[in-house]
């Protein structure tokens, strides 16, 4: 069966800094992935998703980047972070037929 | 436009009842498939049931059944026999035939009473 990985678990950072946050995928090949947040109580925003190498498509304008260097590897980026940008941060799967598999998360405080 | 829509940000509900949690969504698809998530405090996200819209039956998975209603474009999540442990936020998500986005609603937190 499908197995997310994603780390680390928590995460502070000052605003201004790089982020990078890593997400690899066991069990499955070809697999959709997509990245949320999920603010304080709320729902989960869809960030990211790609179906492929190199093919990332982003729902929200904002100051992050994914990309998919390889088939089970999604990363997320930002060069600088806001205060904005802290939240829980969710990497997700899906095969063919399958339903999404989640990560742990990420929870993120930009300080 | 919103496409998943949870109308109850809260539930309280008595131990040992049925609930149901509501969900309706909008598309023009006639392929896509719906999926419930429960998230417990410690924030994992898991897997409940899932409804493809070509399903002829209401998908069950042990105590958790999805009634499906097309025409009216609800897929309402119904937790019979609730435990203390049902205590937590749920999200319905959809996936659209000829997209590869899947998104969430806003989710309802649902309080099992003793």
Same mark, same amino acid.
């Given at each position: 069966?499908?197995?997310?990985?994603?780390?680390?678990?928590?995460?502070?950072?000052?605003?201004?800094?790089?982020?990078?946050?890593?997400?690899? %995928?066991?069990?499955?090949?070809?697999?959709?992935?997509?990245?949320? =947040? !999920?603010?304080?109580?709320?729902?989960?925003? /869809? &960030?990211?998703?790609?179906?492929?190498?190199?093919?990332?498509?982003?729902? %929200?304008?904002?100051?992050?980047?994914?990309?998919?260097?390889?088939? =089970? !590897?999604?990363?997320?980026?930002?060069?600088? /972070? &806001?205060?904005?940008?802290?939240?829980?941060?969710?990497?997700?799967?899906?095969?063919?037929?399958?339903?999404?598999?989640?990560?742990?998360?990420? =929870?993120?405080?930009?300080? | 436009?919103?496409?998943?829509?949870?109308?109850?940000?809260?539930?309280?509900?008595?131990?040992?009842?049925?609930?149901?949690?509501?969900?309706?969504?909008?598309?023009?698809?006639?392929?896509?498939?719906?999926?419930?998530?429960?998230?417990?405090?410690?924030?994992?996200?898991?897997?409940?049931?899932?409804?493809?819209?070509?399903?002829?039956?209401?998908?069950?998975?042990?105590?958790?059944?999805?009634?499906?209603?097309?025409?009216?474009?609800?897929?309402?999540?119904?937790?019979?026999?609730?435990?203390?442990?049902?205590?937590?936020?749920?999200?319905?998500?959809?996936?659209?035939?000829?997209?590869?986005?899947?998104?969430?609603?806003?989710?309802?937190?649902?309080?099992?009473?003793?």
């Amino acid at each position: 069966s499908q197995t997310i990985h994603q780390w680390p678990a928590t995460l502070v950072q000052p605003v201004g800094s790089p982020l990078s946050l890593e997400c690899t %995928v066991e069990g499955t090949s070809n697999p959709n992935l997509y990245w949320y =947040r !999920q603010a304080a109580g709320r729902g989960l925003q /869809l &960030l990211f998703y790609s179906v492929g190498i190199g093919q990332i498509s982003s729902e %929200v304008p904002q100051n992050l980047s994914a990309s998919r260097p390889q088939d =089970r !590897q999604f990363i997320l980026s930002s060069k600088k /972070l &806001l205060l904005s940008d802290s939240g829980f941060y969710l990497c997700a799967g899906t095969g063919e037929s399958s339903p999404l598999h989640f990560g742990n998360g990420t =929870r993120l405080t930009v300080t | 436009a919103q496409k998943i829509t949870q109308t109850q940000p809260g539930m309280f509900v008595q131990e040992k009842e049925a609930v149901t949690l509501d969900c309706t969504y909008d598309t023009s698809d006639q392929s896509y498939g719906l999926f419930w998530y429960k998230q417990p405090s410690s924030g994992e996200m898991i897997f409940l049931i899932y409804q493809g819209s070509y399903d002829e039956q209401n998908a069950t998975e042990g105590r958790y059944s999805l009634n499906f209603q097309k025409a009216r474009k609800s897929a309402n999540l119904v937790i019979s026999a609730s435990q203390l442990g049902d205590s937590a936020m749920y999200f319905c998500a959809m996936r659209e035939g000829g997209d590869d986005k899947i998104i969430f609603g806003k989710g309802t937190r649902l309080h099992i009473l003793p």
